[in-house]
């Protein structure tokens, strides 16, 4: 008797852990309130001011998925990610890509999604989201992202001190059409509560962005931005 309940403390201690960790994973990613809630993550390249992003974000807690709408530092939108939160991580649901055609023109390229794991809330392992599309200057191929979690840091960013979650991610473009591919990789910081503040990122050429979380806008602060860079 004495044996069989101390199997079930056990079990118990085990389950309550790995919940724990669990919660800890999430505690990283982009957090869902209580009501839909626009933000603009403004991020800057450490080793080159002009290399800007904005990232908006909107989370729903209807339906609970979070989308980003990633823009140029001249506020074009190239790209658009579309997140649902399941109980055991974040999945990919829309992809599309824009590109600028020889009219000036902001394309839309929509993908099909063939892997989906953005972000688990307690995997040690190796996982991936991929998608395919029709590149309008290089035709068919498929871009892979695989990630795997390194380890926790504490870090400073623009002065503030966060204590994160890093990732290694990386990445592969590969062309369905022939045997060519490009391949690079980062690490990637996420903070609690607040979700990306840093990635490394480093090229087969020898370069390195270095995109750092500088401030966070609401939509109102974008939106004038917008306006004023557009006089």
């Known amino acids: 008797m004495k044996m069989t309940k101390n199997i079930t403390l056990l079990i118990l201690i085990y389950i309550i852990s790995s919940c724990s960790s669990q919660e800890n994973f999430k ?11 626009v933000q603009i993550y403004k991020y800057i390249d450490k080793n080159n001011s002009k290399n800007i992003e904005y990232w908006k974000i909107t989370t729903n807690p209807k339906t609970n998925k979070i989308l980003t709408e990633s823009f140029t530092n001249d506020f074009r939108l190239y790209n658009i990610f579309e997140e ?24 839309r390229i929509d993908a099909t999604i063939v892997d989906k794991y953005v972000y688990k809330w307690n995997d040690n392992n190796k996982y991936i989201y991929s998608v395919k599309y029709a590149n309008t200057k290089y035709g068919n191929e498929q871009f892979t992202k695989e990630r ?29 059409e022939n045997d060519q591919n490009y391949e ?48």
């Open 84 to 107: 649902e939160l399941k109980t055991d991580g974040a999945e990919l649901i829309r992809y599309a890509d824009f590109e600028v055609n020889e009219n000036g023109q902001n394309v």
């Open 148 to 176: 795997t979690k390194s380890s926790f840091d504490n870090i400073t960013v623009n002065g503030n001190k966060y204590s994160t979650l890093k990732f290694k991610d990386e990445y592969e473009i590969k062309s369905l």
């Open 184 to 231: 690079f990789y980062q690490f990637t910081y996420y903070a609690k509560k607040i979700g990306m503040v840093k990635y490394e990122r480093y090229y087969p050429d020898g370069t390195t962005i270095e995109l750092e979380l500088t401030e966070i806008l609401t939509e109102k602060e974008f939106d004038e931005l917008k306006e004023k860079a557009s006089r």
């Open 27 to 37: 505690e990283y990613y982009y957090q869902i309130g209580t009501k839909k809630e």
